[in-house]
């Protein structure tokens, strides 16, 4: 079993609707968890790090945490066109190094 | 404006071929990484530094070499003994030491194929 799974997609949602992007993990010494954009042919780039249980919103995007259920949530509202890439999870904890889901690929039709 | 540069975009190697890719970060941050990623695959760790003249192995060194003679500049030689080397090949930089709370920061990649 892998530590973080994270479902690839393609996930096709058309403009405007709510976005629902996941990720489960089986190590409780996670302690840290960040969402990464990745366009085609670009690195990864920051969209949302948390460091606790709850949610943390900014703008359209809202990160949720449940370390319960070892399951986070990054949530799109209006979404656009503009925002299809994939997505990446990612966590760590204190000494360990940080792990990456696979991404998954979001396509927003206009 | 603050970031890393990677160079170059695209990168041909050929059979027996040793090849280097370029991280350079003005941040001023104290921790590399180089990481490798593959289609419908997470990232994967090749080696990290968190300091000048330190470097540790990631899960998949083997066929990797890299060097930190400067805190800005982090570059990875691909070598001829890793047998599998196209793929697209991030490096990233944190502030302070490696895999702390802080969050990693990325280039834009080489693209490494075979020729």
């Known amino acids: 079993q892998k530590e973080v799974e994270q479902d690839p997609g393609p996930l096709s949602v058309p403009e405007g609707a709510i976005v629902s992007l996941n990720c489960t993990y089986s190590n409780s010494a996670f302690q840290y968890f960040m969402w990464y954009r990745q366009y085609s042919r670009k690195g990864p780039e920051l969209l949302m790090y948390t460091y606790s249980s709850g949610n943390k919103e900014d703008g359209r995007f809202t990160a949720q945490v449940d370390k319960s259920s070892k399951y986070i949530s990054l949530f799109i509202r209006d979404s656009q066109p503009s925002d299809s890439a994939t997505y990446l999870c990612a966590m760590g904890g204190n000494t360990g190094k940080l792990i990456f889901g696979q991404g998954t690929t979001l396509q927003v039709k206009p | 404006d603050g970031g890393i540069t990677q160079s170059p975009k695209y990168l041909f190697r050929k059979e027996g071929q040793n090849v280097t890719l370029s991280c350079e970060q003005n941040?001023?941050?104290?921790?590399m990484y180089w990481y490798r990623q593959d289609p419908g695959q997470g990232l994967r760790l090749i080696y990290y530094s968190q300091i000048v003249n330190d470097f540790q192995k990631g899960d998949i060194a083997e066929g990797y070499s890299v060097s930190r003679e400067k805190k800005e500049s982090f570059p990875l030689t691909v070598t001829s003994a890793q047998k599998n080397p196209t793929a697209f090949y991030l490096c990233a930089s944190s502030r302070d030491r490696a895999f702390s709370n802080q969050p990693q920061h990325f280039g834009d990649g080489t693209r490494l194929s075979i020729l």
């Open positions: 941040l001023n941050h104290d921790a």
